[in-house]
């Protein structure tokens, strides 16, 4: 396995993006942030604690969406389902959408899809940590990025959180 | 993640760990019932039929919401309204239908076995919504998540099943799968209603006294009296019945817990329970019936996945 971002590298890129996010947001005012699950919320959890550094915490407005019924896959294979939990409208709000590693777009996709479903909002970003350049099926960016990588087909990456995988890394798996 | 069966016939052919299945993806699936759009893309493809031979107003409502809300296609199918009138077998009248390009069949039967008779010669997955005196699983999946979601859990769990034991499809897949997730069961009701071999059987108690069943119990299923199977005297009237073993609030007074009160439905008021036990806030009466779709939608989620390619 080859190292893309060590622990340090990672925590320092976490509290990058969350100024960058609190940049375009200033302090949260009509904003709300949804972790993608399930393993996009190790990653959206470590944004909003260093978010709560900055703002408020009763300021940030914080859920989590499983994407599984709104998959284009679903007659191919099922998914293990996770717990959805928005317990706000989105109605007119800024949404962050956050995972950790963009790849072909699909979940994304889903994700868009799945929104629709708890309102119109006025705006979506899409916060990931590692980019998979040049492998996407669907015309789908970033707006805050981590760390893109070049990555073939064959490869897989692998973002390890300490409370998951007992350390905290992102590896490049040949 | 998936069932270890094509169809849901009864809850006598699920393992432990299809039934954990199911009422976990339930739980997600009650979740989506409480946004305000209640309704997810999720089997945009499929097409259900809901063949109804008999009559139905709960389960057939639920199952077709149920289907709707994943956007499945339905069709509904009424025996009285077709050509069953004129004399059409069961098989040809699934065959007919299926070559419409139909995925699921979900069927009610007055006929037990009528399901199972199915799945050995047609492609589709079926879900049985009742089969004569057999079984009824969804229904017993909807009570099982029912006392899951108001005491936590299954297992260790005391529930007692108490009224037309002999006659309920109800009773039986509840049986089933109370023992199979690790509840202690308790069948009461007037020993002509209770088949003799239940205790060897089911490894069951057994009770002809209501107040001692209700002493015993954490959960108390009450069961209509199935007059429309009965084609014998198994008790006087309806009036001596329920003097002895109709549920209301004065007996549940009576007992030193307060015990959680199921029905099946259609209620039959002033029978098997009284409208104070019925409406009290006991009775999860109305809870069963919401999670009913919430388990339906998680049984043709799960059928219907993964059958693909």
Known sequence: MKTIL????????????????????????????????????????????????????????????????????????????????????????????????????????????????????????????????????????????????????????????????????????? | MQLSTKHLLGIRDLKSDDIQLILDTATQFKEVLQRPIKKVPTLRDVTIVNLFFENSTRTRISFELAEKRLSADTINFTASASSVSKGESLLDTVNNILSMKVDMVVMRHSASGAPHFLAKHIPASIVNAGDGINEHPTQALLDAFSIREKLGSLAGKRVAIIGDIMHSRVALSNLYLLKKMGAEVMVAGPPTLIPKYMKEAFDVQVEYNLKKALEWCDVANVLRIQLERQNQVLFSSLREYSLAYGVNKKLLDSLNKEIVIMHPGPINRGVELDSDAADSKQSIILQQVENGVAVRMAVLYLLAGGQGE
């Open chain 1, 6 to 174: 060590t622990e340090q590298q990672l925590s320092i890129t976490i509290q990058r993006l969350s100024h960058q996010v609190l940049e375009n947001h200033i302090d949260l005012e009509n904003t709300v942030l949804i972790g993608i699950q399930p393993r996009g919320i190790f990653f959206s959890n470590r944004m909003v604690d260093e978010l709560k550094k900055q703002v408020p915490a009763d300021r940030i407005k914080y859920g989590k969406l499983d994407i599984t019924f709104y998959r284009d896959d679903v007659r191919k294979g099922l998914h293990t389902l996770n717990h959805t939990d928005i317990p706000f409208s989105i109605e007119n709000k800024n949404v962050v959408l956050i995972d950790d590693v963009l790849y072909t777009g699909r979940t994304i996709r889903a994700a868009l899809d799945a929104l629709q479903d708890f309102g119109r909002p006025a705006k979506v970003e899409l916060c990931i940590l590692i980019d998979r350049r040049f492998s996407r099926q669907l015309p789908i960016q970033a707006d805050y990025t981590g760390k893109s990588i070049d990555s073939i087909i064959s490869q897989k990456v692998k973002v390890f959180w300490t409370e998951k995988d007992g350390k905290q890394e992102v590896g490049l798996l040949e």
